[in-house]
Nanobody
Framework: QLQASGGGLVQAGGSLRLSCAAS????????MGWFRQAPGKEREFVAV????????YYADSVKGRFTISRDNAKNTVYLQMNSLKPEDTAVYYC???????????????????WGQGTLVTVSS
C-alpha cells in the first residue's frame, strides 16, 4: 500500500516536497517511481529511484528541477520539486516496481502498486 501526500497550490517558481509512505512488503527490495497525469493527458513518467537510492533517472521535462530520494528506514520515497512551472500542474502518483531486485524501470505497466495521487497546482 502506498500513501502519497504533500501536494498543494504553489506559485510558479516555488517548491513542494511530495512524500509517499509504503507498507505491506519489503520496501528496500523495490525500485520506486513518480508519475503524473495532467488534465486531459495520459499519465507520464517523472522520476525513478533504485532500491538503495544510489541510482536515479528523470524525465527531461523535470531534470535539474526535481529530485527523487528515499529513506528505506522510514519506507518513504520523496519528490522534491523546485522551480515549479504551470505545466507541472498534475496529479502526482508514486508507484512501486512490480518486480524486486531489478534495475530502473520507466514504463507504467512495470509498476504494480500505486498510491492514490496528490494534486499539485502551479499558478502563473
Amino acid at each position: 500500500q502506498l500513501q502519497a501526500s504533500g501536494g498543494g497550490l504553489v506559485q510558479a517558481g516555488g517548491s513542494l516536497r511530495l512524500s509517499c509512505a509504503a507498507s505491506g512488503r519489503t520496501f528496500s527490495n523495490y525500485g520506486m517511481g513518480w508519475f503524473r497525469q495532467a488534465p486531459g493527458k495520459e499519465r507520464e513518467f517523472v522520476a525513478v529511484i533504485g532500491r538503495s537510492g544510489g541510482s536515479t533517472y528523470y524525465a527531461d521535462s523535470v531534470k535539474g528541477r526535481f529530485t527523487i530520494s528515499r529513506d528505506n528506514a522510514k519506507n518513504t520515497v520523496y519528490l522534491q520539486m523546485n522551480s515549479l512551472k504551470p505545466e507541472d500542474t498534475a496529479v502526482y502518483y508514486c508507484a512501486a516496481d512490480g518486480t524486486p531486485f531489478r534495475g530502473l524501470r520507466f514504463a507504467l505497466d512495470e509498476y504494480d502498486y500505486w498510491g492514490q495521487g496528490t494534486l499539485v497546482t502551479v499558478s502563473s
